[in-house]
T-cell receptor
């Protein structure tokens, strides 16, 4: 079963708008990571947030982590058409490997 | 650096055939991973190798075997392919757990 589950499954916005994706997980974690996947390509790492951190920024990306609610959110500000992709959260689910959610498909309309 | 490379990019097999997917990384990473991704879904871990000389099962290991040939190379073998193994296979590596994982471009496998 998937450790992380993203919400929504699909999101369509206009260029310039903000996009927010959420991730919920089930067990305790050491860190949570977000990845992006363009259609037909491999995954690219976006950001890692450790369990003792509450918020982290990287360029137009903002990630929050609430370990009490076992949830995380990824905010992309001022979205661009090039941000169109699937976004996955991943957690360390008890073994030395990541467990991925099923992803949010983001479509940014120009 | 080429990063993580995978061969082949595409493969079509008949049920019962065998094949090996190759993965290599040139980043001197310690850990390597094999995932499969089915349409519209996230990645599921098949096997991983935390360090050279060790391998461990992931979430969906049945029907697969792996070999950590050396620090650079980690291969995935399908002994008797089944249609349920039709998927896109990704290899990944990381320097140390639980750091960023770097992914290869994937192998698209179809089993008829």
């Amino acid at each position: 079963s998937q450790q992380g589950e993203e919400d929504p499954q699909a999101l369509s916005i206009q260029e310039g708008e903000n996009a927010t994706m959420n991730c919920s997980y089930k067990t305790s974690i050491n860190n949570l990571q977000w990845y992006r996947q363009n259609s037909g390509r491999g995954l690219v790492h976006l950001i890692l947030i450790r369990s003792n951190e509450r918020e982290k920024h990287s360029g137009r990306l903002r990630v929050t982590l609430d370990t009490s609610k076992k949830s995380s959110s990824l905010l992309i500000t001022a979205s661009r058409a090039a941000d169109t992709a699937s976004y996955f959260c991943a957690t360390d689910g008890g073994r030395r490997a990541l467990t991925f959610g099923s992803g949010t498909r983001l479509q940014v309309q120009p | 650096n080429a990063g993580v490379t995978q061969t082949p990019k595409f493969q079509v097999l008949k049920t019962g055939q065998s094949m090996t997917l190759q993965c290599a990384q040139d980043m001197n990473h310690n850990s390597m991973y094999w995932y499969r991704q089915d349409p519209g879904m996230g990645l599921r871990l098949i096997y991983y190798s935390a360090s050279e000389g060790t391998t461990d099962k992931g979430e969906v290991p049945n029907g697969y075997n792996v070999s950590r040939l050396n620090k650079r190379e980690f291969s995935l073998r399908l002994e008797s392919a089944a249609p349920s193994q039709t998927s896109v296979y990704f290899c990944a590596s990381t320097k140390d757990w639980p750091d960023t994982q770097y992914f290869g471009p994937g192998t698209r496998l179809t089993v008829l």
